[in-house]
């Protein structure tokens, strides 16, 4: 009996040491990846607008992109990001300030540097940005409208605390779960192509990409099976035709601020891909 209890021991350890070895890798890993800078990176030149229609459409791409999920309403930063608040072990990332107030970067930020952070997911200092998503996709239209905007955001004093990742959190980056924005941009990778605003499904793709940071590339099936009214009453309302609601990462402000136009191409798109799959 005794030496039974011995050999448990044994094995239980012999698990609990692999386990801590194999964590340990994973943290310095993830540590590497965290840290890692994105030296030399080509920043290709955006024309920026400073007219009154490109402020206001720039306003109207970021807010559809999310930037105010993260970065707050008033895009003055927000502590705590909402999918990663501040526990011991996950640790807490804060979005910056991004107006010219204290505790800003909107100040000091050139349009070289707008452009490295949105497109690349990559700072001022060269290091990747923890849980950015990359806008990659955005046209140089739509992203110069962005920078436009947000140029000329009235100060926010607003000072954050520091990003403080958690062993957790380092580990997950270790395992490939979660990556970095700027390492996942094949940076050799031709520009995507940034169709005009119409309602076709090629643009009802390209609004769609934002949403690929959640969802995969077979996100289209779901709202194949909704009639267009039905989505986007849904997207609308958070609210499913089937009476379920959406969980939270859903109703986030971003998707009621879609347009008619944007709701339906992205429906048209669903159905021309769900015609092909079908094919
Ligand atoms: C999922 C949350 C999230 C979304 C969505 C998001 N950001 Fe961020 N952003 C962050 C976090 C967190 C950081 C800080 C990362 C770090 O310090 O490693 C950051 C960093 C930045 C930076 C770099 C700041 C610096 O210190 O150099 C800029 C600029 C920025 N975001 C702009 C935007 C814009 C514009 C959008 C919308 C197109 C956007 N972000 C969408 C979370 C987000
Ligand atoms: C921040 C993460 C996130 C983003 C961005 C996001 N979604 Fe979702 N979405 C979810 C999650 C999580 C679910 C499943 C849980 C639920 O029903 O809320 C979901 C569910 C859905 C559903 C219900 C059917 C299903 O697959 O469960 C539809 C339709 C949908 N999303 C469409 C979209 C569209 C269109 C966009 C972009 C305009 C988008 N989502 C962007 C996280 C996201």
Request: contains cysteine.
């Amino acid at each position: 009996m005794l030496r039974l209890a011995r050999w448990f021991a044994i094995v239980l350890g012999g698990f609990v040491g692999l386990f801590l070895v194999a964590f340990a890798a994973l943290y310095v890993i993830g540590l590497g990846r965290l840290g890692a800078t994105v030296p030399n990176l080509a920043i290709e030149t955006v024309t920026i607008p400073t007219d009154s229609a490109a402020i206001n459409r720039g306003e109207h791409v970021a807010t559809i992109w999310g930037c105010r999920n993260c970065h707050g309403a008033d895009l003055g930063g927000q502590a705590g990001n909402p999918l990663l608040s501040g526990t011991t072990l996950l640790g807490s990332v804060s979005a910056p300030n991004l107006t010219p107030g204290r505790g800003g970067i909107g100040g000091a930020y050139t349009d070289t540097d707008w452009v490295r952070a949105i497109r690349h997911g990559v700072r001022s200092d060269g290091r990747g940005a923890v849980l950015m998503y990359s806008a990659w996709a955005l046209s140089d239209a739509d992203l110069g409208d962005v920078i436009a905007y947000l140029k000329q955001l009235p100060a926010v004093d607003r000072e954050e605390s520091p990003a403080r990742v958690g062993p957790l959190y380092v580990a997950v980056v270790g395992a490939g779960l979660i990556s970095p924005a700027a390492s996942t941009i094949d940076l050799d990778a031709p520009r995507p192509v940034a169709p005009a605003a119409a309602l076709s499904p090629v643009y009802g793709r390209y609004v769609s990409t934002m949403c690929l940071s959640c969802h995969s590339e077979r996100m289209y099936r779901s709202i194949a099976e909704l009639s267009q009214d039905e989505f986007s009453n849904a997207m609308r309302s958070g609210v499913m035709p089937d009476g379920e609601r959406f969980s939270p990462a859903m109703t986030t402000p971003n998707f009621a601020a879609l347009t008619d136009l944007e709701l339906e191409a992205i429906w048209l798109y669903a159905q021309e891909a769900q015609a092909a799959a079908d094919r």
